[in-house]
């Protein structure tokens, strides 16, 4: 990776946890029972975080991806009882 496009790329991930981030904390408040995040290019790349930081607070992060890859789409919705 060359230096100019690292911080981009630092950027881009960066903005993509938060926004993820955002989505677990309107869940977890119970604003949402279900927020989408859609258009994410390092997908692959924040999923895990994701999915950690919602089973840290009893939700589930899924992630959808189309046929050609990524850029992939993040759903953040509350556990079902039981589930």
């Known amino acids: 990776m060359d230096v100019v496009a690292e911080p981009a790329v630092q ?3 960066d903005r993509e946890l938060r926004l993820v981030g955002s989505a677990l ?10 927020v989408t995040v859609v258009n ?13 930081r919602a089973q840290a607070h009893g939700l589930r992060v899924t992630a959808l991806w189309p046929s050609g890859g990524e850029p992939c789409t993040l ?3 509350a556990e079902a009882i039981g589930g």
């Open 25 to 34: 904390t309107m869940v977890r408040r119970g604003v949402a029972t279900r």
């Open 40 to 52: 994410l290019p390092l997908c692959a790349s924040v999923l895990e975080a994701a999915q950690a």
């Open 11 to 13: 950027d881009e991930l």
């Open 75 to 77: 759903v953040v919705e």
